[in-house]
């Protein structure tokens, strides 16, 4: 019986503080709305830079007759990184970029020229 008790009442205390949580969001609605929108407009902005560089990797190292395979080992970067990077699915450390500029043979400017 006392561990009915404790399991029961544990989970009425667990609905009870989720009830609470929900409660306030709700009344804070547009406070969480502006909070949470402008970090997903920041994301989206984040996102489309990194896709445009990616272009720009991919634009130079098109202009230069390499495929990625050879422009990732110039870097000594697996194949697949390069994709992601070319596809702008990850956020390049400034070292990354400098690498593939100096793959490139360019200055890593160039990169951000778009």
Same mark, same amino acid.
């Given at each position: 019986? *006392?561990?009915?008790t404790r399991i #029961? ?5 667990? =609905? ?11 009344? /804070? #609605?547009h406070?969480?709305?502006i !909070?949470f929108? @402008?970090?997903?407009r ?10 445009? !560089? ?5 634009e130079? +190292?098109?202009?230069? *007759?390499?495929s990625?395979?050879?422009?990732a080992?110039? @870097? *000594? #970067? &697996?194949?697949? $990184?390069?994709?992601?990077? &070319? %596809?702008g +699915?990850? $956020?390049?450390t400034v070292?990354t970029l /400098?690498?593939? %500029?100096?793959?490139?043979?360019? *200055?890593?400017? &160039?990169? =951000?020229? #778009?």
């Amino acid at each position: 019986m *006392n561990l009915l008790t404790r399991i #029961f009442g544990t989970t009425l205390l667990y =609905f009870y503080t989720i009830s609470l949580l929900l409660s306030y969001m709700i009344t /804070n #609605f547009h406070t969480y709305t502006i !909070i949470f929108g @402008c970090h997903l407009r920041q994301l989206m902005r984040d996102e489309t830079l990194y896709k445009k !560089i990616g272009l720009k990797i991919q634009e130079i +190292r098109l202009q230069k *007759n390499l495929s990625q395979q050879d422009l990732a080992a110039k @870097c *000594n #970067f &697996e194949k697949s $990184n390069m994709s992601r990077v &070319e %596809a702008g +699915r990850v $956020n390049s450390t400034v070292s990354t970029l /400098n690498k593939i %500029a100096k793959g490139l043979d360019v *200055n890593i400017i &160039e990169l =951000f020229k #778009f």
